[in-house]
């Protein structure tokens, strides 16, 4: 937006963009859009248009597009591991091919619960977002029927970590090969390395999805 107008003036960013949300939410009636205006509103802080930006979202909705080929919509209890802002369970929820329980979504970083809670209140307890790392999580007792990591790349053993999870526990993995990124200590060449990274007992979905900076590798499967 050219906010030097004068139909703009007195008006900053923020205002600009809770009114374009709110006016888009108004038009396509969409909880998720919804969501995301009340995010502007409530957190001006909170990182949004990276959440939500092209890529971001491509890369979920290509995740929920094949969880659905692969899996089904059915799922009692899904885990979201480095969730940050809930945008893949806002999604999952907003999708009329999904019946899903609940969902919780995992972060280490404290700050990104209520940004995440504001986005899917409207799923009400259905979501909880908790601060909690990922390797302090017990797998078996919480016994979700679908673990999400889209951030393999950060975590530098995958296999140290899958091991955390009971035999033929369901999970989605992302990748990339993003190496140039100082925050990815562990990307991987390409979607044949990701396999063998991973090493998953049954394979239900591999594939690759290019961006201009980088490719995304996903695989769905049993541990």
Partial sequence: MDVTQPRNAGMDWHEQALDLTRGIAAYVNCPLVAGLARVVAKH???DIANAFNHKQVAC?????????????????????LGGWYGVL?????NDARFDIAAVD??????EV??????????AGDRFRALTADMYALDYAAGRPDLTVNTSCEHIADLRAWLALL??????????NDYFSEPTHIN???S????EAMAALRDVRFSGELPTKNYTRFMLIGTV
Avoid: H, Y
């Fill in 44 to 46: 001006p802080e909170a």
């Fill in 60 to 80: 979920k909705m290509w995740a929920r597009d094949r969880l659905f080929e692969s899996c089904g919509g059915r799922f009692e209890r899904i885990w979201v």
């Fill in 89 to 93: 369970p806002a999604m999952l929820f």
């Fill in 105 to 110: 979504s995992f972060d280490i970083d404290p």
């Fill in 113 to 122: 619960a209520p940004v995440a809670r504001t986005l899917n209140r409207d």
């Fill in 166 to 175: 009971p035999p033929g526990a369901t999970v989605l993995l992302q990748s």
């Fill in 187 to 189: 990307c991987v060449a």
């Fill in 191 to 194: 979607l044949a390395a990701f």
